[in-house]
């Protein structure tokens, strides 16, 4: 009898696994950015902050001789000092030109059209209510651009406390790895207060923060558990935990690789939804469907929200060198780790 029992409880294992998920273009692109770094100008490179939010991505480039600096002064006279994907404010850049750096800008080509419309909306003169985390490295960067134009509402509880010199001279622009479903009421909440208020030009929440909460959003409703890869610090992995929860899924845990995911989650677990943020490596994922599979939850099947093809190239300083040096400056999709396997 109890065999039968677990036999169907076997059957009825199954995971629903999002896509899209991981690597977006923009991270893909400054990973490979520090690899060909490596590569092509030997070790050690320098990077300034975490090149993307993701544990196993910053200690796989550590070992091959990438130093994470938190600021530009901490790196020798110079070196060559890559910027993250989550971009810089210009007096960064200043302060790397007065240091004698050579300087590789990875910022996300998506980041650095939101610090174009926010120097055109300043230039315009408008107040810029910038939605976003408070201390989070793109926020900073961006504000940079215009401090004195730019306020940061830090979501809808924060909308009290905005205020502006002409209510009838207001946009609102935004982080690129924030919850759509709690921008779009942050906004609301704006508008009700300044109902002059702006639009951004075209959607500031990028095209693969979108995407990923749209497929969690599918699958929450039949998931007894989601779990999703990703760090603590990277926003747009935080916030699919948050968007399963808001859309029906029972439990849901962040974990950087699958020996955090801890056993008791599994208890009466029927239905467990997989995905993950968009600056995590594939391999941490098959991490997690090994773990899941061992555990009888072999039935995986994937839940597509989108299709998405796009992809950058490497930053013009970068390809410029690797083009002189006879070196390839195609972009790799998705390939960098699964290659260099689990260094963990
Ligand atoms: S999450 Fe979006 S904005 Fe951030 S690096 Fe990826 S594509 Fe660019």
């Known amino acids: 009898m109890g065999g039968m029992t677990a036999t169907t409880d076997q059957a009825t294992k199954r995971v629903l696994l999002a896509a899209p998920r991981g690597y977006c273009a923009g991270v893909d692109r400054a990973v490979v950015t520090v690899e060909k770094a490596l590569d092509l100008y030997g070790a050690p ?4 902050k975490e090149i ?3 544990k196993h991505v910053v200690t796989t480039l550590e070992k091959r001789g990438a130093i994470f600096v938190e600021e530009t002064d901490e790196v020798p006279e110079g070196a060559t000092v890559i910027f993250s994907a989550h971009g810089v404010a210009p007096v960064v850049h200043e302060e790397a030109k007065a240091l004698g750096l050579k300087t590789i800008d990875a910022t996300c080509p998506l980041v650095t059209k939101v610090h174009r419309e926010a120097v055109r909306f300043a230039s315009d003169d408008y ?11 793109e926020v ?6 215009a401090p004195e134009h730019i306020t940061l509402v830090d979501g809808p509880d924060d909308v009290d406390n905005v205020t502006v010199r002409d209510p009838d001279k207001v946009v609102w622009l935004s982080q690129t790895t924030l919850s759509v479903d709690e921008t779009m009421e942050t906004v609301r909440r704006l508008r009700e207060k300044f109902p002059q208020l702006q639009d951004p030009p075209s959607d500031d929440i990028c095209y693969a923060t979108q995407n990923r909460q749209l497929a969690v959003k599918h699958m929450a409703p039949d998931c007894d558990l989601m779990i999703v890869v990703g760090s603590r610090n990277s926003s747009n992995s935080v916030r699919l935990v948050e968007v399963a929860l808001e859309h029906g899924s029972k439990a849901g845990h962040l974990v950087d690789y699958a020996e955090e995911i801890d056993e008791t989650w599994l208890d009466g677990v029927r239905t467990v939804g997989v995905t993950s943020g968009a600056s995590v490596p594939e391999i941490l994922v098959r991490g997690v469907l090994d773990y899941l599979s061992s555990r009888g939850f072999e039935d995986v099947r994937p839940v597509v929200a989108a299709e998405e093809s796009l992809m950058f190239s490497l930053p013009n300083e970068i390809r410029r060198d690797l083009k002189a040096a006879g070196l390839s400056d195609k972009m790799r999709h998705d390939g960098s780790f699964a290659e260099a396997g689990s260094l963990h």
């Open 45 to 48: 490179v320098y990077v300034r």
């Open 52 to 54: 993307v939010h993701n």
């Open 127 to 137: 107040d810029i209510l910038l939605i976003g985390h408070e201390g989070h490295e």
């Open 140 to 145: 900073v960067g961006t504000a940079g651009e």
